[in-house]
């Protein structure tokens, strides 16, 4: 099984400031198998990136993604008050594993 | 509008198995695969299984093998997840999505169903 581990656990940052999540695999990852997920308090994930880089239908062009074999960035260029939520990577390359999580929430 | 309308929170005793419900509207089941995935309380995510609705194929993870049975009705348009022999620690909100096919993200998600077990 896949595993992926997120960093940092959690991120405090104020808006209008850059942030920066990191996914790791375990092992490598075929890039167009690698999904970002956004969750707020009492809501379904929302879909954010899909194959690593491309944006989900929707999605402001403050977010992005990049990276490859194991090593994965979601970045948010500038963050906004309903930016504050827990980010989940998500591999689909073999069976199915999401990290645990990264909280982003004011500083 | 496109969305997955689950069923509501339910209760159930250890022991018991609980069936939860996801149905589908503004397209038909058979065009996306279905996924549940469950989150604990206060916990990450955690992908249980999937269904394949155009012909029936199921994949389920390791953990719940014996225990999580996914169908599917497409005279309906929705897709069901039934688990078995629950524990306390089955207590958690589970998830329908929807995928275009087997490896691909889940790009549509239900509301959320709470099942809590508890005797």
């Known amino acids: 099984e896949i595993v992926l581990t997120q960093s940092p656990g959690t991120l405090s940052l104020s808006p209008g400031e850059r942030a920066t999540l990191s996914c790791r695999a375990s092992q490598s990852v075929t890039s167009t198998y690698l999904a970002w997920y956004q969750q707020k308090p009492g809501q379904a994930p929302r879909l954010l990136i899909y194959a690593a880089s491309n944006r989900a239908t929707g999605i402001p062009d403050r977010f992005s993604g990049s990276g490859s074999g194991t090593d994965f960035t979601l970045t948010i260029s500038r963050l906004e008050p309903e930016d504050f939520a827990v980010y989940y990577c998500q591999q689909y390359d073999s069976s199915f594993t999401f990290g645990p999580g990264t909280k982003v929430d004011i500083k | 509008q496109v969305q997955l309308i689950q069923s509501g929170a339910d209760v159930k005793k250890p022991g018991a198995s609980v069936k939860v419900s996801c149905k589908v509207s503004g397209y038909t089941l058979p065009e996306f695969c279905i996924h549940w995935v469950r989150q604990a309380p206060g916990k990450g995510l955690q992908w249980m299984g999937g269904?394949?609705?155009?012909?029936?194929?199921?994949i389920y993870a390791q953990n719940f093998q014996g225990r999580v049975t996914m169908t599917g009705d497409t005279s309906t348009d929705t897709a069901y997840m039934t688990l078995s022999s629950l524990r306390s620690d089955d207590t958690a909100i589970y998830f329908c999505a929807r995928s275009q096919g087997w490896n691909s993200w889940m790009s549509l998600w239900g509301q959320g169903t709470l099942v809590t077990v508890s005797s």
């Open positions: 269904f394949d609705p155009e012909n029936g194929e199921t």
